[in-house]
């Protein structure tokens, strides 16, 4: 919108309109506007998103439903990440998978970290949702991740050699690979353990009668969580280790918290404790600062579902949302020094 090439930059303030792909949205990088959105979520406004991205991440995932629905598809996910899930198994899982890829890595000259981090997140969340382990099956699903987050964030023209057509070719070909497998575990000859694991229990919601659930939205629904574990963690993980790395105060701090918890053990190498897990104040801290920083998700959608005054002005329904975490963690009115990475601004006085 407004003038060529310029656009509303003359008009520009912290909530503007503005048009992405087409879409008439209007973006906020107030603190309270944006606060005021999420708090009228389900009521004024719906997770949204851009057709282009429905057909990336598929139009039976979560986010495409709302409502009752969408609530439904929530309660599915919360046995497996929920805190009692957490503190009960996912806290050792987790721990056991960690240290198998942290001696696997001391073997190496070198390793990238992007790359390094993504691949013990990926290992960890495709045996978790669908007892999936890459080196024993020839189809290679992150691979097929890989090629789809290329071209994700790209513009949606799906001709062959452009990003966005390899995005979506990526997507297909991990489709597939997510459908043998159901299609294995419900003839029961997919040859995993015996671990339950997140295909299992949709399987079993998808035979209940009263269910709103179908295979296509259960197989959207593993791909989504496979590529949020995939990509947001890793790239949180990665942009720790690089700020740590410039950081030694930092560095020699969440060294000594862990240094104690080894030191406190009754019996020497065994697993984490749920106790000590909750014992790491420094470690949290550190956590919520780089994501601060990081800015994992730069922005997010929001669909108008009717009229909204903010602020004096009138936002008309039907129109888009977007809400940007960033202009608010990098808001000097809200954090001291914004740019510096200080984990200490978290320490609850």
């Given at each position: 919108?407004?003038?060529?090439?310029?656009g509303e930059t003359i008009e520009y303030g912290p909530i503007f309109r503005t048009s992405i792909v087409g879409?008439?949205?209007?973006?906020?990088?107030?603190?309270?506007?944006?606060?005021?959105?999420?708090?009228?979520?389900?009521?004024?406004?719906?997770?949204?998103?851009?057709?282009?991205?429905?057909?990336?991440?598929?139009?039976?995932?979560?986010?495409?439903?709302?409502?009752?629905?969408?609530?439904?598809?929530?309660?599915?996910?919360?046995?497996?990440?929920?805190?009692?899930?957490?503190?009960?198994?996912?806290?050792?899982?987790?721990?056991?998978?960690?240290?198998?890829?942290?001696?696997?890595?001391?073997?190496?000259?070198?390793?990238?970290?992007?790359?390094?981090?993504?691949?013990?997140?990926?290992?960890?969340?495709?045996?978790?949702?669908?007892?999936?382990?890459?080196?024993?099956?020839?189809?290679?699903l992150r691979d097929s991740y890989k090629a789809f987050m290329d071209g994700l964030i790209s513009f949606p023209?799906?001709?062959?050699?452009?990003?966005?057509?390899?995005?979506?070719?990526?997507?297909?070909?991990?489709?597939?690979?997510?459908?043998?497998?159901?299609?294995?575990?419900?003839?029961?000859?997919?040859?995993?353990?015996?671990?339950?694991?997140?295909?299992?229990?949709?399987?079993?919601?998808?035979?209940?009668?009263?269910?709103?659930?179908?295979?296509?939205?259960?197989?959207?629904?593993?791909?989504?969580?496979?590529?949020?574990?995939?990509?947001?963690?890793?790239?949180?993980?990665?942009?720790?280790?690089?700020?740590?790395?410039?950081?030694?105060?930092?560095?020699?701090?969440?060294?000594?918290?862990?240094?104690?918890?080894?030191?406190?053990?009754?019996?020497?190498?065994?697993?984490?404790?749920?106790?000590?897990?909750?014992?790491?104040?420094?470690?949290?801290?550190?956590?919520?600062?780089?994501?601060?920083?990081?800015?994992?998700?730069?922005?997010?959608?929001?669909?108008?579902?009717?009229?909204?005054?903010?602020?004096?002005?009138?936002?008309?329904?039907?129109?888009?949302?977007?809400?940007?975490?960033?202009?608010?963690?990098?808001?000097?009115?809200?954090?001291?020094?914004?740019?510096?990475?200080?984990?200490?601004?978290?320490?609850?006085?």
């Open positions: 919108m407004g003038l060529p090439i310029i879409q008439p949205i209007v973006v906020s990088t107030d603190a309270d506007v944006n606060y005021r959105v999420f708090q009228q979520e389900g009521n004024a406004f719906q997770i949204w998103y851009t057709e282009s991205l429905f057909q990336i991440i598929g139009k039976q995932s979560v986010v495409a439903h709302h409502g009752g629905f969408h609530k439904y598809l929530k309660s599915l996910t919360f046995k497996f990440v929920s805190p009692e899930a957490l503190r009960e198994k996912l806290i050792y899982e987790m721990d056991e998978s960690t240290q198998e890829s942290l001696r696997s890595w001391s073997k190496l000259g070198k390793l990238d970290g992007k790359d390094g981090t993504a691949e013990l997140v990926f290992k960890y969340a495709a045996k978790k949702m669908l007892g999936y382990e890459e080196s024993k099956d020839q189809q290679k023209l799906n001709i062959p050699g452009t990003p966005f057509h390899a995005c979506l070719q990526g997507r297909k070909k991990a489709m597939k690979v997510i459908h043998d497998i159901f299609e294995k575990k419900r003839s029961g000859n997919d040859g995993a353990t015996n671990d339950y694991d997140f295909a299992d229990h949709l399987l079993e919601q998808i035979k209940k009668e009263d269910t709103f659930l179908n295979e296509e939205i259960a197989r959207d629904l593993v791909f989504l969580f496979l590529f949020a574990a995939h990509e947001t963690t890793s790239t949180a993980l990665t942009v720790a280790l690089r700020y740590l790395d410039g950081h030694p105060r930092v560095m020699a701090e969440l060294k000594r918290e862990h240094e104690n918890i080894l030191k406190m053990r009754e019996t020497e190498g065994s697993a984490i404790s749920w106790k000590e897990y909750k014992s790491m104040t420094f470690t949290h801290m550190v956590i919520n600062e780089t994501l601060r920083l990081a800015n994992i998700t730069p922005g997010i959608l929001r669909k108008v579902v009717k009229e909204v005054e903010v602020k004096g002005y009138t936002i008309p329904a039907g129109w888009t949302v977007m809400v940007c975490p960033s202009s608010v963690h990098l808001d000097p009115n809200v954090y001291k020094n914004p740019h510096e990475f200080n984990p200490w601004r978290w320490e609850v006085i």
